[in-house]
């Protein structure tokens, strides 16, 4: 679960940078200056691994409370989360806030899935256990159904990465991927095992649209492309563009409980900023 959580935050503060300093023209190649700020993807990430070392699972009002509570709206968090932890920041029932959001519908972003890859490594060898879990965490900000798909794919190919395939990866995420947009993502997904990075983002997004069924089957497919090697997995979604941060994050996170901490450049690591200190 570490060296997943060390994965997604390095992918996270990595894919950032190319927001911050796109005046530079940086390349997928270039290593940008430290230090590597991470984003809100690693701080609810964090509060996810918290929850899990506390509790052994994920305690939906206990882990609301903490998204709540640990939100710095300085880590460029959407207007829809914003609004959402706001909310139960202020003492509305979480069920309540997240059916209510975005006019009734919930949120079908891609926040349920860019923290989850870590808690997919917390039930390594369990599907199964480790799908109910990511739904557990989705819904408490993501109650529409494809929100929800996003952050199981994601952690189902997490708790079998450390040991299967590209081509069994995404099988078991379909095997629990209920029948949405974001399943018929990684439908496609398995068919393009010799597409380019830009070929694999035209016909699956890149998360520009900040939408999991736009977010989940590329992060996949750069995950499960590149499963032996990290820097090239993170560097796939920069190249990819869009939402580069989150896509860098989950596949980094996936890549990474394979690979272990080891996997990681260690400038990386040090060029990241440390991780909040409560998560100690």
């Given amino acids: 679960m570490h060296a997943s959580l060390a994965g997604l935050s390095v992918g996270d503060a990595f894919g950032d ?3 911050l300093h796109a005046n530079r023209h940086l390349t997928a190649m270039d290593v940008p200056p430290p230090p590597w700020e991470w984003s ?3 701080e609810m990430a964090c509060s996810v691994v918290a929850c899990l070392h506390r509790h052994g699972r994920i305690d939906q009002d206990a882990l609301a409370a903490a998204f709540a509570a ?3 709206t300085g880590r460029r968090y959407g207007a829809g989360a914003l609004e959402l932890l706001e909310r139960i920041r202020d003492g509305h029932p979480w069920r309540i806030a997240s059916a209510e959001s975005f006019g009734g519908s919930g949120s079908f972003g891609n926040g349920a899935a860019m923290r989850v890859a870590p808690l997919g490594a917390y039930f390594t060898g369990d599907p199964a256990h480790a799908a109910d879990q990511a739904a557990l965490q989705a819904e ?6 494809e929100g929800i798909a996003g952050a199981v794919a994601v952690a189902v190919t997490a708790s079998l990465a450390a040991t299967g395939t590209p081509e069994t990866l995404i099988e078991a995420a379909l095997d629990h991927t209920p029948g949405t947009y ?5 439908q496609r997904a398995r068919n393009l095992k010799k597409a380019t990075v830009e070929q694999a983002a035209r016909v699956l997004g890149n998360g520009s649209r900040i939408t999991a069924q736009d977010t989940v089957p590329f992060a996949l497919w750069a995950a499960t492309r590149y499963h032996n090697d990290y820097p090239a997995g993170v560097r796939a979604c920069v190249t990819a563009g869009g939402d580069m941060d989150t896509t860098a994050a989950i596949a980094g996170g996936i890549i990474a409980t394979r690979t272990g ?3 990681i450049p260690p400038e990386w690591l040090d060029s990241r900023e440390p991780l909040p200190r409560w998560l100690e």
Avoid at 182 to 186: C, E, F, I, Q, Y
């Fill in 261 to 263: 901490i080891v996997g």
């Fill in 182 to 186: 974001v399943r018929r993502g990684l």
């Fill in 17 to 19: 940078q190319f927001f």
């Fill in 40 to 42: 809100d993807d690693t």
């Fill in 140 to 145: 408490i900000t993501h109650a529409h159904i």
């Fill in 70 to 72: 640990r939100m710095d």
